[in-house]
């Protein structure tokens, strides 16, 4: 009976298995939609700037002391901006005469400018001073700082320094 068992049990196998067997159905319709996919570029501005090294002067050469520094704004495309310093930290200080501090409070007056010639000062729009605009490309772009440390001026020997901010408005 074992053995009639196990036939019994092979040959139903393969008509168990027809029925399981998934049958194509016919496609009935079809339902679609959309789906909306949106994003808004925003205005957005960084900058880096490089520092203004003057290096050495000597008071009584009677030679301007001139260095070349770089402002890279990054802004997303077609965005406006204007780039605007501060007249530094150093007592009294403006955007026309900056004043680097050395030993003792001593002062060092400088000038930042838009242009190579250094004729119109660099300042934040007010009181004759000048703000270079530019519009993004998404990229750096680099835009010029012309500093120049006046002829003739009469300065303690040492070490001098000031700090400027550079302002992105957008």
Not at 57 to 69: E, Q, W
Not at 96 to 110: H, I, S
Request: glycine fraction near 10%; charged fraction near 10%; include cysteine.
């Amino acid at each position: 009976m074992n053995k009639l068992l196990k036939l019994a049990v092979c040959m139903a196998l393969p008509v168990a298995g027809a029925m399981f067997v998934p049958v194509a159905s016919a496609t009935v319709g079809t339902a679609t939609t959309t789906v909306p996919v949106t994003a808004t570029v925003i205005d957005s501005c960084t900058v880096e700037a490089s520092p203004v090294l003057f290096g050495n002067y000597n008071g009584i050469s009677g030679a301007a002391l001139d260095a070349v520094a770089i402002v890279s704004p990054t802004c997303t495309v077609g965005t406006a901006y204007s780039i605007d310093l501060s007249a530094g930290l150093g007592n009294d200080a403006t955007h026309t005469t900056r004043k680097l501090t050395g030993p003792d409070g001593a002062a060092l007056a400088y000038s930042i400018y838009t242009d190579i010639s250094r004729t119109t000062v660099w300042g934040n729009g007010t009181a004759g001073t000048a703000t270079p605009l530019g519009v993004g490309a998404g990229v750096a772009q680099s835009v010029m700082m012309y500093g120049r440390v006046p002829a003739a001026q009469s300065s303690m020997v040492g070490s001098y320094a000031d700090t400027i901010t550079v302002t992105v408005a957008y």
